[in-house]
Every structure is written in structure tokens, then in C-alpha cells.
């Protein structure tokens, strides 16, 4: 079993930038696929970016691909990720999840955090 949490939300002004941190615990955590996902207020929650286990296999949704890099640091159990550029249409919470296979789909992660506010606003 994982333990997610998020940290590094926060209000940004627009073409700012934000690192966001997902910290697991669990010693199964290397071999897990890491996801972010974000929901806006009367939105469905949808896929931003995924990383699998070994850092070489990266997906992005198309709204985000040149400005948000996701990583991961094994030895610290944290996947960050790095948002540029940020866009009002940017603002949502924003989660992160784990799956056994390296997936878009939402049902298919089984452990989420509790997820961090992000703002993009002037």
C-alpha cells in the first residue's frame, strides 16, 4: 500500500511558476506508476502527466506538454511537478495518484492524496 501527499500549491500569477511535491511512503513505492491529476470546480477530474518507475517513460496531456515536466526522486519517495507558464485555466486542485501500469485512465489508480489548491490568477 502507498501514502500520497501533495505539497506546493499555491496562488501564482499568470506565466508564473509552481513546483508541486507528491511525498509516498510504503516501501512498494519504486515500483509503482506515479500520475497528476487536477479537477477544476465543476469539472471532471482529468490526467495531466505520469511517470513510471525507472524516470525513462513520460505523458503529458496536450494542454500541458512544453510547460509541465514531471520527475521523480526515488531516494527522497517524491514525484514533483515543475509547472511553467502557468494559465488561469491552470487552476484546479491538483493530485497525485499510483498504479500498477502506466495509464491515462483515472480508475485506474488505486491510491490518491488529498490534493493541493492551485491559482492562477492576477
Known amino acids: 500500500q502507498v501514502q500520497l501527499v501533495e505539497s506546493g500549491g499555491g496562488l501564482v500569477q499568470p506565466g508564473g511558476s509552481l513546483r508541486l511535491s507528491c511525498a509516498a511512503s510504503?516501501?512498494?513505492?519504486?515500483?509503482?506508476?506515479i500520475g497528476w491529476f487536477r479537477q477544476a470546480p465543476g469539472k471532471e477530474r482529468e490526467f495531466v502527466a505520469t511517470?513510471?518507475?525507472?524516470?525513462?517513460?513520460?505523458y503529458y496531456t496536450d494542454s500541458v506538454k512544453g510547460r509541465f515536466t514531471i520527475s521523480r526522486d526515488s531516494a527522497k519517495n517524491t514525484v514533483y511537478l515543475q509547472m511553467n507558464s502557468l494559465k488561469p485555466e491552470d487552476t484546479a486542485v491538483y493530485y497525485c495518484?499510483?498504479?500498477?501500469?502506466?495509464?491515462?485512465?483515472?480508475?485506474?489508480?488505486?491510491?490518491w492524496g488529498q490534493g493541493t489548491q492551485v491559482t492562477v490568477s492576477s
Open positions: 511517470i513510471n518507475w525507472s524516470a525513462r517513460l513520460t
Open positions: 510504503g516501501h512498494t513505492f519504486g515500483s509503482y506508476i
Open positions: 495518484a499510483a498504479a500498477t501500469t502506466l495509464t491515462t485512465i483515472t480508475t485506474d489508480y488505486n491510491y
